[in-house]
């Protein structure tokens, strides 16, 4: 299963950045799971256990005051 959602996010291009629409998908099937990042047709999409660990430690650096 897959959920598809515009989310409104921040792109750094060379020379600009700006407030944008991008596309967020994330599958949940028997090949496990994915997060995907969309914006002008190119999409970046990674396995989401490691992004889960990272914001995990984010958080728990962030309750230590770091």
């Known amino acids: ?3 598809v959602k515009d989310l409104k996010g921040m792109v750094f291009t ?3 950045m700006g407030e944008r629409d991008i596309t967020v998908r ?5 090949h496990g799971e994915s997060i995907s990042l969309e914006f ?3 999409m970046f999409l990674v ?5 889960i660990e990272i914001i995990e430690q984010a958080r728990n650096r962030k309750e ?3």
Do not use: N
Request: aromatic share 10%.
């Open 14 to 16: 060379g020379d600009a």
């Open 64 to 66: 230590e005051g770091s």
């Open 1 to 3: 299963m897959t959920i």
């Open 26 to 30: 994330f599958t949940s099937d028997k």
């Open 47 to 51: 396995p989401f256990e490691p992004v």
């Open 40 to 42: 002008k047709g190119i």
